[in-house]
Nanobody, 123 residues
């Protein structure tokens, strides 16, 4: 099992930036990729971005392309999500998750989840 701990959420004005961190521990060798998902009140959890540990392949939801950047630090077993040009519709709880698959967007393929961190963007 992979344990994940997110940090970096908060309140920011529209147009501002935040950087989320996800620290992984445990059986990280079983993880092929880490992803970020988000869930707004009353809505389903949706894919935001993912990155593979091995070759830095990255994937983004269309809604965040050009604004969000996912990156990793293998030495620290940490993945980051740099969020720029934030919009009120980015407001959600952001979750980090681990998967043994590469290039998947489905929450069902992610077996380990963090506790989530709240991001609130005010207009």
């Amino acid at each position: 099992q992979v344990q994940l701990v997110e940090s970096g959420g908060g309140l920011v004005q529209a147009g501002g930036s935040l950087r989320l961190s996800c620290a992984a521990s445990g059986r990280t060798f079983r993880s092929a990729a880490l992803g970020w998902f988000r869930q707004a009140p009353g809505k389903e959890r949706t894919f935001v971005a993912s990155i593979t540990w091995s070759d830095d392949s990255t994937y983004y939801a269309d809604s965040v392309k050009g604004r969000f950047t996912i990156s990793r630090d293998n030495a620290k077993n940490t993945v980051y999500l740099q969020m720029n040009s934030l919009k009120p519709e980015d407001t959600a709880v952001y979750y980090c998750a681990s998967t043994v698959y590469s290039g998947t967007y489905s929450p069902k393929d992610f077996g380990s989840w963090g506790q989530g961190t709240q991001v609130t963007v005010s207009s």
